[in-house]
């Protein structure tokens, strides 16, 4: 009889022992699917906060290139208002080193002299001959060489542009 209780009691001692096993076993998984549901959680409240900070940097860039472009585009119009009329105008200085390039049929403002430097000026590039145009190309070229400056604050001002170009209804940009 005495080892009936011996097997009995090292029974029950062996399923209290597999029941707290188990209870910790379950609590250990729970712990860890509660701290895998707070990484997880942090993770995304990083991700979220990082894309509206990327937003933000985005919704200002986008500001500031329109008020740039918009400037641009009424600095453009003010010159061919002002231009319209007039027969024969100042051109920019650039205008003398415009050059046409016979075998491709082009001209081009690539080669320049002092004064001006390339970080003055922008390429300017067109198909046909530069020379005898209407009156209305070279109102156009004047005002593409005018806006000059603003293209060079608006390259330094928004450094994560690639370029900055017009492109001109006369077939030059």
């Known amino acids: 009889m005495e080892k009936d209780q011996v097997s009995r009691f090292h029974s029950r001692q062996a399923l209290l022992m597999l029941a707290v096993l188990s209870v910790l076993i379950i609590g250990f998984f729970i712990m860890l699917a509660r701290q895998y549901n707070l990484v997880q959680k942090h993770e995304k409240d990083f991700l979220t906060r990082h894309l509206h900070e990327e937003i933000a940097h985005l919704d200002d860039l986008l500001a500031r290139v329109t008020s740039r472009v918009d400037e641009m585009r009424t600095v453009a119009e003010a010159d061919l208002l002002q231009t319209r009329w007039i027969k024969a105008f100042n051109q920019p200085l650039e205008f003398k080193d415009l050059k ?48 000059n400056p603003l293209f060079r604050s608006v390259a330094q001002s928004i450094k994560d542009s690639a370029w900055v170009y017009i492109t001109s209804k006369r077939d030059f940009n």
């Open 100 to 147: 046409d390039d016979a075998t491709a049929g082009r001209y081009n403002l690539d080669a320049f002299r002092p004064p001006i430097t390339r970080e003055m000026i922008g390429n300017l590039t067109g198909q046909g001959s530069i020379q005898n145009r209407s009156d209305d190309f070279y109102r156009e070229i004047h005002m593409a060489l005018a806006l």
